[in-house]
C-alpha cells in the first residue's frame, strides 16, 4: 500500500489544521499511525488507530488536542489538530502496519513521505 500525507502548513499558535493520509489501495485491516519529526530530533509516535477504528493511542503531549481517525472506504486516516503550539512543528507521517496498532515505528512497513507542519508563536 502506498501511502501519502497532506494538509500542513504555516499556521499560528492556536490554530488548527487537518492532515489526511490517503492510500493507493483498500487500508481495510491496517492499522495506522502518525509520527512526526523535528529537526534535530528522534521520530516520534503521535497517535495510532486500530484497523476497525475502534482503538486509539496518543502521545500524552497531544491528548485531548489531536484526534486520529479513519474513513475506510475513502481509504483515508485523518488527524485532526487543535490548539497547535510552536513544539508541534515537525514534519508529519503517516505510516500503515497489517494488524495491530503499535507506537514503536520500526514497525510499520508502509509509509507517506511526510508533510510539514510550521507553528508560529
Known amino acids: 500500500v502506498q501511502l501519502q500525507a497532506s494538509g500542513g502548513g504555516l499556521v499560528q499558535a492556536g490554530d488548527s489544521l487537518r492532515l489526511s493520509c490517503a492510500a493507493s489501495g483498500r487500508i481495510r485491516g491496517y492499522a495506522i499511525g502518525w509520527f512526526r519529526q523535528a529537526p534535530g530530533k528522534e521520530r516520534e509516535f503521535i497517535a495510532t488507530?486500530?484497523?476497525?477504528?475502534?482503538?486509539?493511542n496518543y502521545l500524552e503531549s497531544v491528548k485531548g488536542r489531536f484526534t486520529i481517525s479513519r474513513d475506510n472506504a475513502k481509504n483515508t486516516v485523518y488527524l485532526q489538530m487543535n490548539s497547535l503550539k510552536p513544539e508541534d512543528t515537525a514534519v508529519y507521517y503517516c505510516?500503515?502496519?497489517?494488524?495491530?496498532?503499535?507506537?514503536?515505528?520500526?514497525?510499520?512497513?508502509?509509509w507517506g513521505q511526510g508533510t510539514q507542519v510550521t507553528v508560529s508563536s
Open positions: 505510516a500503515a502496519r497489517y494488524t495491530g496498532a503499535v507506537i514503536s515505528s520500526t514497525q510499520y512497513d508502509y
Open positions: 488507530i486500530s484497523s476497525s477504528g475502534s482503538n486509539t
